[in-house]
């Protein structure tokens, strides 16, 4: 039998549901794993080894009937530490929330207790998920697995590191701006964003709400679809949370048209990524599919929007860190003081950046020239979409420009680390549902390849993109890592 942290969460539960292992066994497993590398990685906040092992014990007193009935029970979960839970500290990646505990779970964790999986620890992120590289934690950086002195991307790297480096099969993500999907493909791990809405949101700490989604990060397509299968669904709790829908049948044709935006494939893509996805894009012809090339022609114009967008949001969700309700309280001389002492000592440097901006955006005399006009533009960018699934299945694109950066590399630059979400940003304005799965490697470091879909089209998406996986190369694991 394979090593156990070697497996994916599918062939862990068949074993667990069998009664070949037990859920003991693969979370001591998990947990020497994450003991073994995670001193050199940092991929995790918390990790609750007294509470995987009890509730591993649980699991291992259910019914071989009843652990088959539940789609992960004994499976390993590590959550990212913006996604609220009771029994384990929830920082955002944060001082000012310091070791909060919630009152409550977020909806994405009941449902993964419900189908029983073993939630094992919370996972570093950029602060309040604001970044692309997870160097703004304000604990610790994350390193890539693949090379440690390079970043696993964000915010969701503390993530993408833990699944790429074998300590969890399983970890949940939030995407505002492709922080699933852009560390999935510079960690070489599958991450999905589903369609806004899909996703229940209540629990999860909001840094712009109208973008925000969480969604699975797992070493294989079919581990995504299992995930995303437990997670999904309507949630009262959820204002923004779909109901009443039902996910389109996918089309039974076994040959497809698939968009390619010229926009994603001019200058300024790394040649090693573009050889490995030309490679790829090889590969879905000889399967038959239809490569088109279309126009997205309102993508230019993406980054600034989203730039515009999400800190205006985020100035108004981050208003609530006032050192009165939770979190840290900094001393003052009044009211007013002990405001602006606390966010000023509980807010790193790049939340600050971000605030400003946004407040700056939404402030009177402003409000149409910025804010209102990134929201026409983002109008425009979801008709493009529209317009382009009218014509083709699937659209398909590299996920990032480059590779995984070297640590501090766009720290004094956050101009270019900004510029480095421009495939990923668009899919958030839209709303649509994005996938980001690995196609290969270029100088020994992980590319990933994007795939969009019209809205709700999420279980095809994740059809499209296994039929590539069945035909390429399966990922290698990073065996060492240059410390």
């Not at 852009?182 to 996703?199: E, H, L």
């Not at 100088?443 to 969009?452: D, E, N, S, T």
Request: overall charge negative.
């Amino acid at each position: 039998m394979s090593e156990l942290w070697a497996m994916d969460a599918y062939a862990l539960h068949e074993q667990f549901a069998s009664g070949a292992i037990s859920a003991e066994a693969i979370v001591k497993a998990h947990l020497d794993r994450i003991q073994a590398w995670d001193s050199t990685i940092g991929a995790f906040l918390f990790v609750d080894a007294e509470g995987a092992l009890r509730r591993a014990r649980e699991e291992d007193a259910w019914t071989l009937d009843e652990r088959r009935r539940r789609p992960l029970s004994g499976v390993p979960v590590a959550l990212k530490d913006n996604i609220v839970t009771r029994h384990m500290p929830t920082t955002a990646g944060s001082k000012i929330l310091g070791a909060f505990l919630s009152p409550y779970d977020a909806t994405v964790v009941d449902k993964l207790m419900d189908a029983g999986a073993i939630l094992i620890g919370k996972t570093n992120l950029d602060e309040f998920a604001m970044g692309s590289s997870t160097e703004h934690s304000a604990f610790h950086p994350t390193r890539n697995p693949w090379d440690a002195t390079r970043v696993p991307g964000g915010s969701s790297g503390g993530s993408a590191a833990a699944v790429a480096a074998r300590m969890v099969p399983v970890a949940l993500g939030s995407d505002t701006g492709g922080s699933i999907r852009q560390p999935a493909s510079y960690c070489g791990v599958v991450g999905m964003k589903p369609t806004y809405g899909r996703v229940s949101r209540y629990g999860l700490i909001a840094f712009a709400s109208s973008l925000d989604q969480i969604g699975p990060m797992t070493r294989s397509l079919r581990d995504s679809r299992l995930v995303y299968g437990v997670i999904h669904g309507s949630d009262p709790h959820d204002s923004t949370s779909l109901t009443n829908v039902a996910e389109p049948i996918p089309s039974q044709e076994q040959r497809w048209r698939i968009g390619l935006p010229r926009e994603f494939f001019g200058d300024g893509m790394d040649d090693g990524v573009r050889r490995v996805i030309d490679q790829a894009l090889e590969s879905l012809q000889g399967l038959g599919h239809e490569l088109v090339e279309i126009s997205l022609p309102h993508t230019d114009y993406a980054i600034a929007a989203y730039y515009l967008i999400a800190p205006a949001e985020a100035s108004s969700n981050l208003s609530r860190y006032d050192g009165v309700r939770y979190g840290m309280r900094a001393s003052g001389g009044d009211l007013l003081n002990m405001y602006e002492t606390t966010r000023d000592e509980g807010f790193g440097d790049e939340v600050k950046r971000r605030v400003l901006l946004g407040t700056h955006a939404l402030s009177a005399g402003y409000y149409d020239a910025y804010y209102l006009t990134a929201q026409k533009v983002r109008t425009r960018i979801r008709e493009d979409f529209d317009q382009a699934f009218q014509t083709v299945d699937y659209i398909v694109t590299p996920t990032t420009p480059d590779t995984a950066f070297v640590l501090g590399a766009r720290s004094d630059d956050p101009i270019k680390m900004y510029l480095g979400d421009i495939f990923t940003v668009t899919a958030n304005l839209a709303g649509i549902p994005g996938l980001s799965m690995p196609a290969g490697l270029a100088a020994g470091l992980p590319v990933g390849l994007q795939w969009l879909a019209p809205p709700l089209f999420d279980a095809a998406l994740l059809d499209a993109a296994e039929t590539l996986e069945r035909v390429l190369q399966p990922m290698p694991w990073p065996e060492e890592v240059k410390a």
